[in-house]
């Protein structure tokens, strides 16, 4: 198990991602929609870092809103308990499906089949977090999603040291505010994003000796001229290099070469553009 905590949300509204989604390494997720109330998310992930249950949450957040009847409110705890909110006074079709550790919800929806292919995508547990969430989403776009159609999207993942070199818990947060079809924009940044942002996987990294030829002259045809040909000039070269195009996190152990750097480098260097 990873820990991860996240929210993916598809709307006919600006920037979706802004008011919508909340999450915090070790502490909880928070979706808060239909009439929004952007304040549950920081009060309920104060109340969760405090060890509050998810549903005693969100029954403090409901208590003291004189409008819960026109909200919308998901919120699931670090142990994987889940406590919902749909309001009777929500638009259109609006309702919400649970299951282990997850939530599925919407208003102004075509009908309850949205939610239902959204919850039945998020029970399959094959694919990571950021990806079963996508799914999810699309799941739910193919059955109707927002009747008024789609504008924005976004999706936030938190985990622990998981952000961009380590430190925050930022694993992923990707927002798509103004888009014909923001799902799927969403779904290339989240490609994007494992190409740059992904670890490498140590037991694929390749040793530099049988490749540093290769790589010196590679990197000589891209303006990357190591200080010399011996491999620790090679590698710090390519460094340099992958730093340039946005891949350092892939640069995690001197002396090694991770192939996705390396099958960066060669289509640069082979086909002039970038990866």
């Keep these: 198990m990873t820990g991860d905590l996240g929210v993916a949300v598809q709307s006919r509204f600006l ?6 989604s909340f999450a915090s390494a070790d502490v909880g997720a928070v ?6 109330n952007v304040s549950y998310g920081p009060r309920a992930l104060d109340l969760l870092a405090a060890g509050t249950t998810a549903t005693r949450t969100l029954d403090v957040l409901l208590q ?7 909200r919308q409110a998901a919120v699931v705890d670090v142990q994987g308990r889940v406590a919902v909110h749909t309001g009777s006074g929500c638009a259109g079709y609006a309702g919400h499906v649970t299951g282990p550790g997850f939530s599925c919800q919407g208003n102004m929806l075509v009908s309850h089949d949205v ?3 959204m919850a039945t995508v998020m029970s399959d547990e094959g694919s990571a977090l950021p990806e079963r969430m996508l799914a999810a989403l699309l799941a739910g776009q193919e059955a109707g999603g927002d009747a008024r159609g789609q504008q ?7 985990r622990q040291d998981g952000g961009y070199g380590g430190l925050s818990d930022r ?4 927002r ?3 888009h014909a079809t923001p799902i799927l924009e969403l779904q290339r940044l989240l490609g994007l994003h494992r190409l740059y942002f992904d670890k490498p996987d140590e037991d694929a990294m390749l040793p530099l000796g049988p490749l540093v030829d290769e790589i010196a002259q590679r990197l000589v045809r891209l303006s990357h001229v190591p200080a010399s040909t011996s491999e620790d000039a090679v590698w710090d070269a390519l460094d340099q290099w992958s730093g340039r195009e946005n891949l350092e996190e892939r640069m995690t152990r001197r002396g090694h070469v991770d192939p996705t750097v390396l099958a960066c480098l060669r289509r ?7 990866h």
């Design 15 to 20: 920037a979706i991602g802004a008011t919508s």
């Design 31 to 36: 979706a808060t929609q239909a009439l929004t």
């Design 64 to 70: 003291s809103d004189v409008l819960q009847d026109r």
């Design 115 to 117: 939610v239902h292919q």
């Design 152 to 158: 924005s999207a976004s999706l936030l993942v938190a």
């Design 171 to 174: 694993l992923v947060d990707l």
């Design 176 to 178: 798509v505010d103004d």
């Design 268 to 274: 640069t260097d082979e086909v002039g553009e970038g």
